[in-house]
């Protein structure tokens, strides 16, 4: 009798399934990003050595001009970008894999409209720093809480697709809040700090922001590196996840409630910063293929890398700052196009 070979799980295997082992790739690119890292704190116009920096770090404050940059400027500064970054690439992974589709992103349940949404309202109603962060962050997962209720009680459609029917509907009104809040804000003061509030900024960032947002991105982190295996299998389908043993639907909202609650906290530490989250995933894809448990950590160190240097980029090319999704956008959607393009000629399913 002929034999029958084998098939691979049924899937969106965008990329084929092959990639570097964690215990090869994560060193090299833990120690690319310890490089992204010394750089993003060594440059600037007031310039820092290696041995400078060091000295400081240690103890040595023989030069107070230098010190006051590295511990209260530059330092706040590199680790918000690197923590932006590793949040948002991890929740573009995380939603990827529970969404079956390698174009989605994590504003895909309306999570940074609704975030934006209460930061410009706060803005609006001349709240403190910590009010408006608050404000956003709670906001962004009031937003992706209502799309979850609407998809369970619509139930329609297969409820993956209704939850992101039910997101771009609630982030398109938060997005007309947006706007209605722009119009009505002062067009002298409140104005423009809204619009540059909305292209994304580290620019006024303190240690006290990362100390606000950083709890709320590991906690939204453990879940998804603990289950990552688990979350792997939801790429197969919901019925191969069911059964492998998988609760495929409790598993399903606990990793868009840990993808939600770091994009939330992401967008009300910076503002809305687009193509992270989107692009970072595929970069990470072509490194490590498909599998989730490879995907997460690579994602992680990539995304945080990348915004290091972006955020490093968007202080240093100019005289002056950059909004980080501007760079984000000219950096991304070149590189995307060419992910795409390099995607379709190894032969990957869109």
């Known amino acids: 009798m002929a034999r029958v070979p084998m098939r691979p799980p049924s899937g969106p295997c965008w990329v084929a399934e092959r990639g570097l082992t964690p215990p090869v790739l994560t060193p090299v690119l833990a120690a690319a990003l310890g490089l992204a890292l010394l750089l993003a704190v060594a440059s600037g116009p007031y310039g820092l050595s290696p041995g400078q920096i060091l000295a400081i770090l240690t103890g040595d404050r023989s030069d107070p001009q230098a010190a006051t940059v590295l511990i ?16 948002l690439a991890s929740a573009g992974a995380a939603y990827q894999t529970v969404f079956r589709n390698p174009l989605v992103s994590p504003d895909i349940l309306g999570v940074s409209a609704g975030a934006g ?8 109603l001349g709240l403190p720093v910590i009010a408006i962060q608050l404000l956003g962050f709670a906001t962004g997962l009031v937003t992706v809480g209502l799309v979850l209720a609407l998809g369970l009680v619509l139930r329609g ?16 009104l938060a997005g007309a809040g947006i706007s209605l809040v722009k119009l009505l804000a002062d067009p002298e003061q409140q104005l423009p700090a809204i619009t540059f509030w909305l292209m994304g900024s580290l ?18 982190l453990a ?14 389908g919901e019925d191969e996840a ?15 409630a840990c993808a939600t609650l770091m994009t939330s906290a992401a967008v009300s530490m910076a503002g809305v910063i687009g193509w992270v989250g989107l692009m970072v995933p595929h970069m990470a894809r072509l490194m490590t293929g498909p599998r989730f ?6 994602a992680l160190l990539i ?9 490093t980029a968007a202080r240093s090319i100019a005289g002056i700052e950059l909004p980080l999704g501007i760079l984000t956008a000219v950096l991304g959607a070149p590189v995307f196009i060419g992910l795409l393009g390099r995607g379709a000629r190894a032969g990957w399913a869109a």
């Open 157 to 172: 459609g297969g409820q993956v697709l209704v939850m992101v029917l039910c997101g771009i509907a609630i982030g398109a």
């Open 223 to 236: 879940p998804l590196i603990v289950l990552r295996w688990r979350i792997g299998l939801l790429a197969m």
């Open 72 to 87: 209260n400027i530059r330092l706040p500064r590199v680790l918000a970008a690197a923590v932006l970054g590793a949040a």
């Open 293 to 298: 448990d490879r995907l997460l950590p690579a």
């Open 242 to 256: 069911q059964a492998m043993g998988v609760n495929a639907r409790a598993l399903r909202l606990l990793v868009i």
């Open 303 to 311: 995304g945080a890398g990348f915004m290091v240097l972006v955020d």
């Open 117 to 124: 949404f209460g930061a410009v309202l706060g803005i609006l």
């Open 203 to 220: 620019a006024g960032i303190k240690r006290a922001d990362i100390a606000l947002a950083l709890p709320a991105v590991l906690v939204g």
